[in-house]
């Protein structure tokens, strides 16, 4: 792909280890280059692959999607334009539940050597991105790592999260299940951060809180559109965080979606009623709702219209 | 495009009033058919649009998108497998506000010669139509319209919900700006409904729940991913809805998008990192995050090991 | 009790077909006088017990608590200052589920003649009080309501809402297990009402919800302390319900209560303890938290206090 | 009192560094004895109190009201019960904000020779103490504290959180304003703490969760009555928190309070009502809601039944 010309970008989805080989080579192909996080394996690694795109010019990008949610750009903004004032706390979580079945096999994002680690740069990573994002640099920091169950059944990743036991041999777990730390900011916010596979009942609840002088704010992957937002000076008696639907004109973004509360996905919603008819086509069947539905549907419409004009119970 | 033979399918997405037309002209040209809602002006005129698609044997829907959603299928499954048990109570809400403002203007869409009706067509259609879904026929109903806007300035619809006024003249809104009706069911299903473009905070809150003999649902779709059920079965102490996000496998459709708790919608935030790359490339500069960023987030990553396994803070 | 000079107050709390003849009788005694509701079971005698109470000068209330929760306190001062403007819609619903089982009894409750109704004076008259108290009077209204176990056991309540059932004979359940109504205000206010005991999963879901000009409320009995409030002038891209913690100096009532956030219950807490406490002086052991946890716990503060200055990790 | 025969129990409320010396003459006198928290000052103290009570044979318990919450009774109890299983997390924050204002001035509370410490020894210690309850004791930790704002005007607690500040003059903060510590605990659960006196919004965000391997609970003070708690066994597809309102008689404590869904506090509305009923009589004027809101209400009750038997609408 290196040498063909009409190929400008290069995306690289590989596993972990692989990232920095082809990034290297892509950049000396004058090729653009975005990469799936982490980057690399070690500093080293990444530090490479950097120099390669900054010496051969081309535009390079790194997967942190998290950043690109409107109501984390809308935060961004807030911070950006002092709303907030000076920050105090950023205290993230980001909990999964994937593997907490001991049965779930060895797969590879599981080995050290292939994946580089486990909760902490599959998920605590996206809340490292997101606090340099939003708060700056981080200055020092302690934390720990923690692997609940040490063993597992030998098996393979058959999509998704979803994984394939292969038998009954076992293999040592040599990355993290879990993740926690403390740190401090170049700017004196005190962080405060979990990344975890164990966590029940958590499927991807990637979220944060920002304390700020002036204001804070609360986000959650699992409501992506939804934003909470405090400010300190809103009028005693009346203040609490406002639950903001981030789907607004006001928004970055979505402006270009949908109407203001037809969240983000909603178009997926017409998507599955496409496909439904299609496969009624393909298949010959009627799929519903159809126009018998819209003759009973417009029914009802009359039968109201009529009681209001009435006001009288009507029969369907 | 009727006479055109590599077309095989009609979308209607035209106003209310040329629905009829356009869907008995593509129905006697065999077309297949998808009609926005609502399908017509009158139950006569859905009729005949009902019965030229009998008669010409194509495929037909209208697009009541709200069913669905995978919650809402998911619904429909749990209530068809008998889990709700018998149903007692239907409840919707379809509450907007986006004409609250008495200067919006007399778009299309507040002349009932366009339109057929205001919130009741547009969004209790949709309640209706969810209604009939899961719980089955009308029976009866009562029920009464409000215009509490009477007058408003002249104006067209420019895009969205968004509108822009023409000037000093004024007209009369011939459209409800809410509707209430209490309905029975077939089955014996007792509904509430209310739908309304004058509910303040309220910018696309279309949700229902309802109450059977063994459980009960709710669902809102500006949280269109989660669903909470309650089953009247569950240990006694531990009853309470469950709040389940449904984007897992077992839920309708979702099987084919993203691991559980990536929320449909989750797609787009890739969307956004790419349109800032592609926006980098065209007017050459560097996006954010990148591989500098990578970099950064790595060492990050290395101190958090090295602490980890050193019981030490770590300075960056 | 009402020959005696030493009681100034009668409060009435017997069953409701009682009322009337108690009331008058302390009005006649001179007694002020605090009544359960509904008042009476019709509308005569609730007259002629105003008339009583009336004539004789007595202080009167009814114990529409509701009223008196410190979140709907502050939503009435909201209103009455014009915070919500021109009130469009009132939505009340009050929902519970303990009379779900077709076994459960038929108590008092369920006689037509000792309750004179079932949802409808139990818990819709709570919605219907606080509709009155904060929207106005009634102008009109529409509504039906519904049985939907018919027949049930005889039996007894034996407290609270728990009841004992006396054997095989049934008898004919002659009140409503749920009741819905559309009316309208004297202000113009479009108002909803659903009242059920069918509605599983609700404990006791006294909820409402207010649209105005300029704002919007929401309350929720299930989680009393809290209030949601909207404003249409608060900035765009800012706007959402505000949770509001109603437990401030600003509310009323709560001013003497505890620091803001520890809610109205918070006492009873400590009332725990101290029954814990008694309990064990009485039957002579030695309950928990004690001056063991004490000493405990104050080794662990001390060993964060030590890690916070030595940057180590301190074992316990 | 200590002399005095007829006082069996002391409860020391003085501010902390009094405590021990209390205790213990109050333990050599053979009275029982609560203590606010935190016990002393220092370990050493503490263990000379927990020693006078043992030689002394007297009742002794230190006010951690937060574990006789009902809702955390009941999970103290899921877990003893197995129905979490291993516990690999336990993740808890005490979030307040009533210092933020650098004006606030410098009170006891914030001088370390009085108070001990900050945020910690205040809300960080009843996160300690709800740890050591639920899942055991602490094994190792790392930590740091903050003080956010160093110097503050001097002056006074004047009830509640409140305080007056006393002029130009300021003195310097000598405790934390905020604390965050990882720790691992004897039987291997990974919990991560924060409490802040700085997180605008959070007015007493007294919160926890915790991760076993067969379910999970979340808990918040600000929604005390509440309780989240999830299983792992739970059907696939039906998964999901289940948000459980902690007033049943299955639940510690409240069998002896209200209805289910009445939550703890409910009481107080009728203590308001009272108030006013009380206030109406002293100072001579007719308290609403009283016998004529009883006469409308009930106006409406009987139009509610005319509509449902007539099926028409009914004015009033």
Known sequence: MIERDDIDVIDIVTPNHTHAEIAI???EAGKHIISEKPLALTVEEAEQMYEAVKKHKVKHMICHNYRYVPAVQYIKKLIDDGRLGRIYHFRANYLQDWIMDPNFPLVWR???????????????????????FLIGEFKELVGTTETFIKERPIGEMSGGL????????????TVDDAVAFIARFENGTLGTFEASRFAGGNRNKNKFEINGEKGSVRWDMENMNNLEVF?????PGLQGFRLINCT???HPYVGAYWPAG??????????HLIHEFMKGIVEDYQPTPNFEDGVKNQKVLEAIDQSSETKQWVKL
């Open 248 to 250: 607004e004109e006001h």
């Open 25 to 27: 080579a892509a950049a």
């Open 110 to 132: 599981l080995k050290k050597e292939v994946s580089g680690s486990g909760a902490l740069g599959d998920i605590g990573a996206h809340s490292i991105d997101l606090a340099r």
């Open 162 to 173: 979803k994984a394939q036991s292969g038998g009954n041999e076992v293999g040592e777990v």
């Open 231 to 235: 400010f300190q000076d809103d009028e």
């Open 262 to 271: 037809h969240i983000i996905g909603y178009e997926h919603t017409f998507i």
